[in-house]
């Protein structure tokens, strides 16, 4: 059953400090939950409307693991690099960035598959990593396009700077905390 989400997009997590959240407010609107797993590695994945868990060709991932929060955010960084290396045929990897998000360890990557082995398509991901107090948030943008070469993904430069903009806007709080505010 597909969810209509709401333009302010907060998830909870649910453990000994349930008011921490991820916010969302730049969510794009009208996309709707193509797919969700429930339990201590929660996973939801949104597309927009007419594309399914099996036909999307936008859709944005959110992973909550409950039990990761201190895996250094490089450490996941390279896993995912060598899971995109194994899975295509030329990996696109973009810079590692580091730094702090509302008090909360944070990190940016970009990684791109050239013809995955196993579609025939490419995909292009933005990927973002919050080190939250506990819980590990990674929220991912992904494109699937033709397959590419140099020339790189044929994703156009708006969907790009929406991309950023919504990952950039979309931050892990605490509400009862000065130090990791909400947004109002």
Same mark, same amino acid.
């Given at each position: 059953?597909?969810?209509?989400?709401?333009?302010?997009?907060? /998830?909870?997590?649910? *453990?000994?400090?349930?008011?921490? #959240?991820?916010?969302?407010? #730049?969510?794009?609107? !009208?996309?709707?939950?193509?797919?969700?797993?429930?339990?201590?590695?929660?996973?939801?994945?949104?597309?927009?409307? !007419? #594309?399914?868990?099996?036909?999307?060709?936008?859709?944005? *991932?959110?992973?909550?693991?409950?039990?990761?929060?201190?895996?250094?955010?490089?450490?996941?960084?390279?896993?995912?690099?060598?899971?995109?290396?194994?899975?295509?045929?030329?990996?696109?990897? !973009?810079?590692?960035?580091?730094?702090?998000?509302?008090?909360?360890?944070?990190?940016?990557?970009? /990684?791109?598959?050239?013809?995955?082995?196993?579609?025939?398509?490419?995909?292009?991901?933005?990927?973002?990593? &919050? #080190?939250?107090?506990?819980?590990?948030? &990674?929220?991912?943008?992904?494109?699937?396009?033709?397959?590419?070469?140099?020339?790189?993904?044929?994703?156009?430069?708006?969907?790009?700077?929406?991309?950023?903009?919504?990952?950039? *806007?979309?931050?892990?709080?605490?509400?009862?905390?000065?130090?990791?505010?909400?947004?109002?």
């Amino acid at each position: 059953m597909r969810k209509l989400l709401p333009l302010l997009v907060v /998830l909870a997590a649910t *453990s000994a400090q349930a008011e921490e #959240q991820i916010t969302m407010p #730049q969510f794009p609107k !009208g996309w709707v939950e193509i797919f969700a797993r429930q339990g201590d590695q929660e996973i939801v994945e949104y597309a927009p409307p !007419g #594309q399914t868990a099996e036909n999307w060709q936008k859709k944005i *991932s959110l992973e909550v693991y409950r039990k990761l929060n201190n895996l250094p955010l490089d450490t996941l960084q390279r896993r995912a690099a060598a899971q995109t290396r194994t899975a295509c045929t030329g990996l696109r990897e !973009g810079k590692f960035q580091s730094g702090v998000n509302n008090g909360y360890a944070s990190a940016f990557w970009t /990684l791109g598959c050239e013809r995955d082995r196993t579609t025939g398509m490419g995909e292009t991901r933005y990927t973002k990593v &919050v #080190q939250g107090a506990s819980a590990l948030y &990674v929220l991912t943008q992904t494109w699937r396009t033709p397959a590419y070469g140099k020339e790189g993904p044929a994703i156009p430069p708006q969907e790009i700077e929406a991309a950023v903009a919504f990952l950039t *806007s979309s931050v892990v709080c605490d509400a009862t905390s000065a130090k990791n505010p909400c947004p109002k």
